[in-house]
T-cell receptor
């Protein structure tokens, strides 16, 4: 059973602070890692993708991947109230010909003005 | 960029009827399409994976005769919820995969069975 674990939160941070979101996965064969943001009642939207060990930065967002520890994280700098949403970690393994995504349960982030 | 259109966005149907949800990739041909279901305050649960021209692969516990998936072309997949019951009420989301674009999600369909 391939599992993706996240702290369900809620995680509450003040505006301007750094929000840190964590995710672990069980399948060592996983190759692609994604962070999605989902607002209530909406479909997930891609924030970051990361495929190799290390950090990847995109604006206020930094994804970190450590395959040895089977750990992926997302840092949000200068958090804004508009960042308040559920953040979903997703992992893909190209088993066979179907690149299935397995999602974690999500972490609810609240950024307080 | 890659866009996936999903319709309808909301549907209310009577118990026992069938509902069809359409997922269309507008500007690319999807290698694979995925169908997810999401209950309130829960994560996305994969229901099935479909490839154009072949039968869908269903996840364990998903009834293939109840959730009919048709993937007639590289740009269109449909999910039909047959004999819907109130417990089928959920948020259904499709996703299309392309090697270059990765995963692109539709906007979701809120199904309410009354």
């Amino acid at each position: 059973q391939k599992e993706v674990e996240q702290n369900s939160g809620p995680l509450s941070v003040p505006e301007g602070a750094i929000a840190s979101l964590n995710c672990t996965y069980s399948d060592r064969g996983s190759q692609s890692f994604f962070w999605y943001r989902q607002y209530s009642g909406k479909s997930p939207e891609l924030i970051m993708s990361i495929y190799s060990n290390g950090d990847k930065e995109d604006g206020r967002f930094t994804a970190q991947l450590n395959k040895a520890s089977q750990y992926v994280s997302l840092l949000i700098r200068d958090s804004q109230p508009s960042d308040s949403a559920t953040y979903l970690c997703a992992v893909a393994n190209s088993g066979g010909s179907n690149y299935k995504l397995t999602f974690g349960k999500g972490t609810l982030l609240t950024v307080n003005p | 960029g890659a866009v996936v259109s999903q319709h309808p966005s909301r549907v209310i149907c009577k118990s026992g009827t069938s509902v069809k949800i359409e997922c269309r990739s507008l500007d690319f041909q999807a290698t694979t399409m995925f169908w997810y279901r999401q209950f309130p305050k829960q994560s996305l649960m994969l229901m099935a994976t479909s490839n154009e021209g072949s039968k869908a692969t269903y996840e364990q516990g998903v009834e293939k005769d109840k959730f009919l998936i048709n993937h007639a072309s590289l740009t269109l997949s449909t999910l039909t919820v047959t004999s819907a019951h109130p417990e089928d009420s959920s948020f259904y989301i499709c996703s299309a995969y392309h090697m270059g674009y990765g995963y692109t999600f539709g906007s979701g369909t809120r199904l309410t069975v009354v």
